[in-house]
């Protein structure tokens, strides 16, 4: 059996997107000795933006460079960073919190989580089965497989225009399938798809299925307001109908709501001493970087109080 490497740290923050990278200037400016974690590479989910335009001081950045910023942030006041570290087993209600990984044990006095949140999905027939062969949930990384293609993009909100916007870079044409008949996205992002002449709307209509031999050919969908059913000839789909928390190592240890957000007061405690959650995997009512990064200052300050009033123990 590998023996696991045993690391002590005032303040653990799981996930490096502006939640956890916010979180982690804080936490290491009040002083505390700060480690950040992911599963995947540092950057969560904005590093896949294409353009952010409503982060302030920053009226057009990539997502990628933005979050390349907030850790180079990071590093200046001293932060540790693990990437590619999956959580294998967590304590959360001692006062020392324990955080498996692979081949490390993390300890600490209080924990951040901001994990964030995944592509949901659509849950119909052929989604799964066509993953990776012509059903994509990142337009920035496949765009380019679809050069001269026909795609459908599921959704309303702001990602499934702007991503339908960049898909026409390459697509021939693309289709944006929306299940009502007006967009929750931004109004300045709607008129820009809708001034794109690539882009063609179909409003009141659910996909069924997705079809196809080796690779997607067809989608099915179904108009809601006539119950007809047809089928479109495309080579690509592109679900964009929002995200779920990942949540799933803390299942059940920890108040959420129904749909597993977590939930905390508005300092980010959540219903356990010492645990914290910011960011997109929290019940809030904005999901955007400049809420995360707000969120993130807020869990670090009041982790930096909860520390100080700790009874030392070694770590
Ligand atoms: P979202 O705003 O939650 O929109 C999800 C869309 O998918 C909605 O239009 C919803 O329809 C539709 N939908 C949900 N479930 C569906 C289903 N089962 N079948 C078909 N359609 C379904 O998600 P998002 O666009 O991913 O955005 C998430 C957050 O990130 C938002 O706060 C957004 O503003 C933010 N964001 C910001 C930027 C930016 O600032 N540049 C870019 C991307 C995202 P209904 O409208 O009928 O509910």
Redesign the pocket.
């Known amino acids: 059996m590998i023996k696991k490497e045993i690391l002590n740290f005032d303040v653990v923050i799981l996930g490096s997107g502006p939640a956890g990278f916010s979180a982690a200037i804080y936490s290491a400016r009040g002083n505390l000795k700060t480690a950040v974690i992911d599963i995947n590479m540092l950057g969560g989910q904005p590093s896949n933006?294409l353009?952010?335009?409503?982060y302030p001081a920053f009226s057009l950045i990539s997502g990628y460079e933005l979050m390349e910023k907030f850790e180079q942030h990071a590093d200046k006041f001293g932060v540790e960073k693990f990437p590619m570290q999956e959580i294998i087993n967590l304590d959360l209600t001692s006062q020392i919190k324990e955080i498996e990984t692979q081949d490390k044990i993390f300890k600490s006095k209080a924990v951040i989580i901001a994990t964030g949140a995944q592509s949901?999905k659509?849950n119909i027939k052929g989604e799964e089965e066509f993953k990776s062969r012509g059903v994509s949930y990142c337009a920035v990384c496949d765009s380019a497989f679809y050069k001269d293609k026909t795609v459908a993009v599921?959704?309303?909100?702001?990602?499934?225009l702007?991503e339908a916007i960049y898909l026409t870079k390459f697509a021939k044409k693309v289709y944006i399938i929306?299940?009502?008949d007006n967009?929750?996205?931004d109004k300045i992002i709607c008129s820009r798809a809708c001034k794109n002449d690539k882009i063609e709307f179909i409003m009141n209509s659910?996909p069924l299925e997705i079809k196809g031999s080796n690779c997607v050919e067809k989608l099915v969908i179904k108009d809601l307001k006539t119950n007809k059913i047809k089928d479109l000839e495309i080579q690509g789909v592109f679900p964009?109908?929002?995200?779920s928390p990942n949540t799933e190592k803390f299942n059940g240890q920890l108040e959420q709501t129904k749909d597993g957000f977590i939930e905390t007061n508005i300092n980010m405690q959540t219903s356990l001493k010492g645990v914290y959650a910011a960011g997109d995997v929290r019940n809030t009512p904005?999901?955007?970087v400049i809420t995360a990064a707000s969120d993130g200052a807020i869990a670090a300050n009041s982790a930096v109080k909860y520390i100080e009033t700790l009874t030392p123990v070694i770590v």
């Open positions: 933006y353009e952010i335009e409503n949901k659509l599921v959704g309303g909100g702001n990602s499934a702007e929306h299940r009502r967009f929750r996205a659910q964009y109908i929002g995200y904005l999901r955007q």
